[in-house]
């Protein structure tokens, strides 16, 4: 069992930049890839970055490639996400999922444990 706490959102403005962290309970956190997902008023939950075990292996949506980057910190069962060069369009609640299986997944149903979510708001 894996309980996720997301922190760290809010309102930025366009270029800004954000954290996002996640605490993790649970024994099997360092055991896990850990995913941020996002969903935007009106639209799906969409995938936006994972990373492996033991952070070597990263996978991020196109969208936000080159601006957002997910670490862990397996430590302190904390994975994070640093948002860069923030957009308008990045606005969104975002959520932080568990995978407790070895394979980086980007479909939401193949994560088992979710977090509240965070909104973060970006202003043009």
């Known amino acids: 069992q894996v309980q996720l706490v997301e922190s760290g959102g809010g309102l930025v403005q366009a270029g800004g930049s954000l954290r996002l962290s996640c605490a993790a309970s649970?024994?099997?956190?360092?055991?896990?890839?850990m995913g941020w997902f996002r969903q935007a008023p009106g639209k799906e939950r969409e995938f936006v970055a994972a990373?492996?075990?033991?952070?070597?292996?990263?996978y991020y949506a196109d969208s936000v490639k080159g601006r957002f980057t997910i670490s862990r910190d397996n430590a302190k069962n904390t994975v994070y996400l640093q948002m860069n060069s923030l957009k308008p369009e990045d606005t969104a609640v975002y959520y932080c999922?568990?995978?407790?299986?070895?394979?980086?997944?980007?479909?939401?149903?193949?994560?088992?444990?979710w977090g509240q979510g965070t909104q973060v708001t970006v202003s043009s």
């Open positions: 999922a568990a995978r407790p299986v070895y394979t980086i997944a980007t479909t939401e149903r193949l994560y088992d444990y």
């Open positions: 649970g024994r099997t956190f360092s055991r896990s890839v």
């Open positions: 990373i492996s075990w033991s952070g070597g292996n990263t």
